[in-house]
């Protein structure tokens, strides 16, 4: 047990140097379609707003924007950081969990985006996360174990490998996870 | 003075932390901010883990850091690191009064987003000093946590003059938040090092936290010039404005106060810990102040290539130019750093077309009704 305690942070320890370059590497590639879609949200949520997301998720959905857009907005209304909860809101909608993820984020971008990449750099770091594709309760809550996991690391990386970017913190530690597992 | 005279706050005491949270939430309502939202943004004081068990620098490096009030060695090691604290936390509550009217001129809904999260974590911040006021320095600490929330920017009543200045518009908020934000980067980082442990443990979350308002004030500036509807020449006079404001808070080029304060451990260089530099404790101030001066050039370089090429280069404005403290008070330079030749008379109205006026906020008010002076606009 107290090894795989201790692993995060020892692994962890290493990572926060890489932080910035990883960062700007990975935001090299994704920061202008990431900027076109999150300057282009309204308040509220609608159709537009939520066909830019799908788009940049290049997610097929073949049901009504309208419908999807009205259930983000109850989503908004209920999540609570760091609860995800509210997201079994999406289930029998059509949508994947990472791309339920990728609509909350977009209007709290406190939510980190849920993705593979970034699961599978956490675990090489020794936390126990997983990352699962349909939208369950259960899998809900490994999105929760994957946020706790991020949570560790934005607490703990120290302020001179915190880049200035105006991208929250959660954007910025999860670029970076991803970022790492496309550099290896 | 009491500036809240006849108003529900002015009664109020604070003996426990619980009595100056109330005067926290008093305070925001009394300053009209919507606290709705704010969302689920959670208040509290966050310290780092301590980067060394002693002082490591000044006259009791080598001792164990301070952890209360009655390890400081003296009461003007105290009275100074209570100073310390003050003017820290001013300037936190001081900007969300400066910005708190721009959260409905938002360009965009990530922008709005954006300056409500950088005014919460100010104010988490001022509430970090409180704590420390409120926990740490007796009566006079809750007596001077107090008074953080009663001064206010419209009146000019906060402690340093780049905070009693107002933020108009989403121009001025940019400029603030690359430049006089980053003022504050580097008060933290030289507060990151101090003898007193619970304010050095303080700053690691603040200055992650600062990280994102710096990036706010940088990227927002790249956008404006990519949209290039505010000719650079204007861009320039509100940089004339603010940047000395900047300069200013550093304090005097040969200060006292900094001297005693790096001789008693409270606050080093910027860049204590990554120099060779033997330091010079009589010019500490202008020491950082310089550090500053070279990061910003290159803040500036990096706008200047993003800018349209048929508009000029922006300039850093000189050391020298408009400053209200130390040795160039008084002088008459041109905002690049050259000696003014001509009378008084001549230079003020250089100055009146260096600098914002009428005419610029008019030109702006009307750029600010479109929809396209910033990148990327909404489509």
């Not at chain 1, 946020?147 to 560790?152: N, P």
């Not at chain 2, 809904?109 to 000093?129: C, F, L, P, T």
Request: net charge negative.
């Amino acid at each position: 047990m107290a090894q795989t305690l201790a692993l995060p942070y020892i692994e962890s320890a290493r990572f926060y140097p890489r932080v910035p370059e990883l960062f700007w590497k990975n935001q090299d590639r994704e920061m202008e379609a990431y900027n076109k879609v999150i300057y282009h949200l309204e308040h509220q949520a609608t159709s537009d707003g939520v066909k830019r997301i799908l788009d940049h998720q290049g997610a097929k959905f073949t049901g009504n924007l309208g419908t999807l857009a009205a259930t983000l907005n109850r989503v908004l209304d209920s999540a609570e950081y760091p609860s995800a909860h509210a997201l079994l809101e999406f289930k029998d909608q059509g949508i994947d969990l990472p791309t339920a993820v990728a609509l909350l984020h977009f209007y709290r971008p406190a939510f980190p985006f849920y993705r593979e990449e970034a699961a599978k750099s956490l675990r090489g770091m020794g936390f126990t996360v997983q990352f699962d594709r349909p939208l369950t309760e259960e899998n809900v809550g490994h999105y929760e174990g994957y946020i706790a996991a991020i949570d560790f690391l934005k607490a703990r990386i120290p302020f001179p490998y915190v880049p200035e970017t105006n991208v929250f913190l959660s954007r910025l530690i999860e670029g970076a996870l991803t970022g790492l597992a496309r550099s290896s | 003075m009491n500036p809240l005279k006849g108003s529900p706050m002015a009664s109020k005491s604070v003996s426990t932390f619980e009595d100056w949270v109330a005067l926290f939430n008093d305070w925001q309502k009394d300053i009209g901010y919507d606290t709705s939202l704010l969302g689920d943004f959670h208040f509290e004081a966050k310290f780092a883990d301590e980067d060394s068990p002693v002082i490591e620098f000044g006259d009791y490096k080598g001792r164990p850091k301070w952890n209360s009030y009655m390890q400081i060695p003296n009461q003007q090691v105290r009275d100074a690191l209570l100073n310390l604290i003050v003017y820290q936390g001013d300037t936190e509550f001081a900007s969300v009064e400066q910005q708190r009217h721009l959260i409905d001129t938002a360009p965009s809904d990530y922008d709005k987003k954006s300056i409500v999260r950088v005014n919460a974590e100010e104010m988490r911040h001022g509430w970090q000093m409180a704590t420390l006021l409120v926990n740490y320095f007796g009566e006079s600490g809750k007596h001077e946590a107090a008074k953080l929330l009663e001064r206010r920017s419209w009146d000019n009543q906060r402690l340093l003059g780049s905070f009693n200045e107002p933020v108009r518009h989403w121009l001025d908020f940019f400029i603030f938040a690359e430049f006089v934000d980053r003022d504050g980067k580097y008060q933290l980082k030289m507060l990151s090092r101090s003898a007193f442990s619970p304010l050095a443990r303080s700053m690691g979350p603040m200055l992650k936290e600062e990280a994102f308002h710096l990036g706010t004030g940088h990227t927002g500036l790249r956008r404006v010039l990519q949209a290039n509807k505010i000719p650079t020449p204007i861009l320039q006079r509100y940089l004339n404005h603010w940047v000395p404001t900047a300069y200013d808070l550093f304090g005097k080029d040969q200060s006292g106060t900094a001297n005693w304060a790096y001789v008693w451990g409270l606050k080093c260089r910027f860049n204590e810990f990554e120099t060779e530099d033997p330091v010079d404790k009589n010019q500490l101030n202008d020491y950082n102040r310089n550090l500053y001066y070279q990061e910003c050039v290159g803040l500036v370089d990096q706008l200047n290539q993003v800018r349209a090429k048929d508009q000029p280069a922006l300039v850093l404005p000189s050391l020298k130019f408009r400053r209200s403290i130390g040795n160039y008070v008084g002088g008459k330079y041109t905002f690049a750093g050259e000696e003014f030749k001509g009378s008084d008379a001549d230079y003020q109205d250089y100055l009146a077309n260096q600098l914002p006026n009428e005419e610029t906020e008019a030109f702006l008010a009307e750029v600010f009704k479109q929809n396209n002076w910033i990148a990327p606009k909404a489509a």
